[in-house]
């Protein structure tokens, strides 16, 4: 074969190889960007169960809210409530009376105020006990009618209830009941959704839906993050948090889920997303052993 012969042939393979090495580096840019969309998308996962969560803390506790300023009205009527009313103050036989109640409603506190919204007898919550409630919306709203409102007790934080007990028309005192929000209901969320969610006073963690060292520090950096934004926290966690903020004492809700828990579904598309690349690789492979093969391969 002649010297141009050969010369034209390598010419056209190397031409061929570079179109080759430029659209396999194309394909592998391709493959690269698919990949960060993948992770996009797991991201945009993980942080809509985390505002999921949030928003089933919320409605789980204005549907409690709801219920109790129903329960509570009728209440109001029971036997026991309006005794402690009728019959003058007996400091002892009040406290076991809320202690019946409370057992009986499984509440985490009863109490009883007079009508000014002192507190005169309470079970559940000692700290309360001849605490002045007059000035608190609670207590201004359940002088009119049934109330709700989240609240702190006990170092809880849980949905605090009052109503007014009325004889002939004038309110003489006010029934109080609140249930704290538990561990239960935050474990609950977690096996619904998937995110882990931890109530703190302060720095006091007092409901917490995982426990355990590895877990707590986790939560405890979720509960440090801005409301509203969303951050990586050690544990490989994407973690952000949320303000109680109609609470008597401000209490944060912090909450966290590991970083793409839901790779494991995506890895048959990870692996098909680098495909394209992968033949590519191929033919420029197949194209430089041609090229080597070809004609004055071995020419000196």
């Known amino acids: 074969m002649s010297q141009t012969s050969v010369s034209g042939w390598s010419g056209w393979s190397r031409a061929r190889t570079v179109v080759a090495l430029f659209v ?7 493959s690269w960007a698919a990949q960060r969309r993948l992770d996009a998308l797991l991201d945009r996962v993980d942080a809509r169960a985390l505002e999921a969560a949030a928003k089933m803390l919320d409605s789980s506790i204005a549907q409690q809210q709801k219920q109790l300023t129903s329960t509570i009205g009728v209440l109001s009527e029971d036997a026991r409530i309006r005794a402690m009313v009728l019959t003058p103050f007996d400091q002892a036989t009040v406290l076991d009376l809320l202690t019946d109640l409370k057992a009986t409603l499984g509440a985490s506190v009863v109490a009883m105020l007079d009508s000014g919204g002192t507190v005169r007898a309470v079970v559940g919550a000692p700290e309360m006990e001849r605490l ?7 207590v201004r709203d359940a002088l009119e009618k049934p109330s709700a409102r989240l609240w702190v007790f006990d170092g809880k934080v849980g949905v605090l209830s009052a109503t007014p007990v009325r004889l002939d028309n004038q309110v003489r005192a006010l029934f109080m009941l609140g249930f704290e929000i538990d561990d239960a209901r935050l ?28 877990i707590e520090r986790a939560l405890r950096a979720a509960a440090e993050v ?28 912090a909450w966290l889920v590991p970083l ?23 033919l420029l492979a197949l194209l430089i052993g041609l090229a080597r093969s070809g004609p004055g391969a071995g020419h000196v």
Not at 24 to 30: D, R
Not at 187 to 214: N, P
Not at 226 to 233: H, M
């Open 132 to 138: 002045d409630l007059g000035t608190s919306s609670l």
């Open 24 to 30: 396999f580096a194309l394909a592998c840019l391709l």
């Open 260 to 282: 793409y828990r839901h790779a494991d579904e995506l890895t048959l598309t990870r692996a098909l997303s680098w495909q394209p690349a992968a033949l590519v690789g191929l």
């Open 187 to 214: 474990l609950g969320i977690q096996q619904t959704l998937g995110a882990s969610g931890a109530v703190f006073v302060g720095d006091d963690l007092v409901a917490s839906a995982g426990r355990g060292a590895e």
């Open 226 to 253: 801005p409301p509203g934004t969303y951050q990586i926290v050690p544990g490989g966690y994407l973690a952000t948090s949320s303000r109680m903020s109609d609470s008597a004492v401000a209490a944060t809700v």
